[in-house]
């Protein structure tokens, strides 16, 4: 090799080594006599010192380079001379003296700083993403995404599961994205669709005999882009024969509790993992993806708001709603700005707004509270005991302002989990040493799609419904659970999977449920529900995503940032400068004509 370290391996236990080091110029001091240069390849970054008495020729080479040029030096590993050392570096003790240099190669001035931790355009840094990926940060992104996966492989290795690849090609899958399609030359006027997710095929696997398969499989969904979602993503899918809930759930729970500790040392992993039925989940949150490492549960103060004067509160109960809310701690002195921002979140979340009830401060406890201690829109229609009741209901106390919410369940859980996570920011209840995840099960299987006329899966197709609700499946399918398992974590859903349905008749009633005719279903499933009728084992899996897993654990807040070539926000690649247009040619031998609007 053109080397012989790498940078970090040189200390103090070295000294006196003759080494040969090749890299890149992360920065150079020329302080005329001696040139310094930090040296950077993969591991870290040591310094060169050319001294013009030890070789004038190095010295005169040194002077020609630049940052990002590559180059290759001989030198000895010496101790820094005192009050020089810089011990934030772990090479930083020592320098190398350097007895012939090269440079490999030039660099033109980067279009934005490597060595600095700066805000750059993202477009730009997507343009020159093989730069961007030289900084620090992105590096450590990129190295930690590897060892998240290599933890997978291993685990799973040990525990006798195999990886087998699927295709990319292959037929629309119904995991509730749009498909990304692939026109066939061959066949000039059929298309392949991307796999939204392997589901299927891991389902065949299960039926071939496999028994535990995995894959870290790319997966594609024509969405529209957002922090936490890309065209293309990677899974961690998992597919399992013989297994009820449990087993998938424990083995979950085993590998992401060793993985954190094993990748992230320094974070703590909440155990055991905390789990939530879906009702719970959205009664105590107001969300199927809590963040759950801080409190502030939503509590129901429905029977009070009804004692209540008040018009709001009585038509939403009457018309089947109720009232909720959640309590601020030390949030009574909001002023007039901070209480419209909070309304404006509701009417983000499709509300028109909150019933806010600030609690002064004082030394008197809640229950002497005095309705001139009190501030709220609201409280002409209420009593002082009205107003100590919602306090003790939902846990308040002097200082705190309660918020409450009025209107059907849907509605005031998506607004109290809104107001619930701006709380958690802004009054800083979270965490971010604290790794909390929670497995969401008792999901139901359909949700009504009025605007079809039509049920529809909660997650697939492939979900069991509970044995227990088999029977009233086709009669009231609003009453029917899934087998269904969703992983949480800090507040992301990074994993989602189920026991799956091996019996054809079974299958075949909910794809008639979800209004697929026979022919449809045939057309569209044939390949799978024959598989069943050649002994299907009951199986049941899971996929993780990890991306959003990765972005996690490096603490970003986008998924591109731990993907190393990732689309803008636009679903662009800005690197090739993806999609793009092709020659007629192609398109004449695929038989598709582009109609301009
Ligand atoms: N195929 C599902 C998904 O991609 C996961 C699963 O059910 O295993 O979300």
Redesign the pocket.
Known sequence: MLKSSNNIELNKQVLGQQVTLAGWVDRRRDHGHLIFIDLRDRSGIVQLAFNPEISPEAHETASKMRSEFVIQVTGTVSLRPQGTQNLKLPTGEIEITVESAKILSQAKTPPFYINEEVEVDENVRLKYRYLDLRRPRMKHNLLLRYQVIRYMRNFLDEREFIEVETPILIKSTP?GARDYLVPSRVYPGKFYALP????QL?QLLMVAGVEKYYQIAK?FRDEDTRADRQPEFT?L???MSFVEEQDVMTLMEDLFTGLVESVKPELTVVKPFTRLTYEQAMERYGSDKPDLRYGMEIGDVSDIADSSGFEVFKTAINQGGRVRGIVAHGCAGYSRRQLNELNEIARLAGAGGVVAIALEAGDTPLDLITLDEVKSQALKYLTVEQIIRFGKKLKAGRGDLIILAAGKDELTSTVLDRLRREFGKRLQLIDNKVVHFCFITGFPLFYRDEANDRWDSM??P??SPREEDKDIMTTQPEKVYGR?YDMVLNGFEI????I?IHEPELQRKVFRLLKYSDLQIDERFGHMMEAFEFGAPPHG???AGIDRLVMLLCGESSIREVIPFPKNQNAQDVTFGAPDSVSKEQLDELGIKIIEN
């Open positions: 995991e939204q997710s392997p589901q891991k997966c899974q899918d998992i597919e997650h697939h492939f979900t269904h994993a989602g999977g189920s799956r899996g899971i996929a």
